[in-house]
């Protein structure tokens, strides 16, 4: 897992770099300033690092084996996952209707190419999430001393949030804000 993370490091390091190697080179708009929301986008990113927060509760519970405890975090932490999903889908159809797309400029390309991966990576999570939850209804599968799977799944999760704080930060707020 620590190997596929670096690797994925290194991925998102990549689409961030060609993100900002083309930052400011439009011709033509739309640009950031026209079509972010940083309230809505704050909130989506609100629910997801409240969702690390839940990964944290659901991991705690079963470590203490108190599975009921456990399904109930892990069940928050993947609806706060499709909540964040669901933002960013509100988000890209907003930006469509305000003519930003993948087409349009070198900001469309690069913006819609690194949040759609990060949005496949959550999408990857959440389902990964959802198997842990219904598995946990299987007698045996996850219990306080069989937590692997739950273990490498957090690691996942929360790696996934580290990677939209550094999104959020270098793509929104410096789109947004001059002097960044």
Known sequence: M??????????FGALISTYLVHKGKNV????????????VTSVSTFVLLMSSMSMVMAYAALTRGNLKVFRIWL???TIMG???LAFQVFEFRDFAQ??????????????FTLTGFHGAHVTIGVIWLLSLLFNSYRP???TA????????????WHFVDIVWIVIFTVVYLFGVFEGF
């Open 82 to 84: 499709m909540a964040f």
């Open 75 to 77: 069940a928050a932490t």
């Open 28 to 39: 033509v708009g739309p640009y950031p300033e026209d079509v972010f929301s940083i309230p």
């Open 98 to 111: 305000h003519g930003l797309t993948p087409r349009t400029n070198l900001f469309g390309t690069t913006f």
């Open 140 to 142: 045996g599968q996850v």
């Open 2 to 11: 620590w190997a596929f993370l670096g690797s994925d490091c290194l991925f």
């Open 145 to 156: 001393e069989r937590h692997l799977d739950v273990d490498l799944a957090a690691l996942y």
